[in-house]
């Protein structure tokens, strides 16, 4: 049985040495086409309209009265990123010693 296996191992050997690189260009090729395809096709089943059950009716609880519960002064719409006391200027145009890199840099940021 091995005798018989050996050839054929060594016949796909010099066919995938002799045609190996376009039996893969056609392998990727034809992925690329089933998955072009199958993304034009998609999933078209969201368009679809489903039928529902009726609505229920919802009964009307009563409810207790309920006073008005006090109002909160409203946050401000900005605050500081950290507090504290500022050390570098935003400086985006104005060129800045930096003593940390040793050299004259602007500052983009508020330190």
Known sequence: MKEKLLPIWKKAQVVWKNYGY????VCLLSL???????YRTGNHDA????????????LAQETAAVSPAPTAEPEPSWRKPVQGELTVEYSPEELQW??????????????
Do not use: K, M
């Not at 690329?32 to 199958?38: I, N, T």
């Not at 003593?99 to 840099?105: D, N, P």
């Open 98 to 111: 930096n003593e940390t890199l040793s050299q004259w840099r602007t500052h983009g940021g508020v330190d």
């Open 22 to 25: 376009y039996i893969s260009l």
């Open 47 to 58: 368009d679809a309209v489903y039928a529902t059950s009726a609505a229920q009716p919802v």
């Open 32 to 38: 690329f086409g089933l998955a072009a395809w199958l």
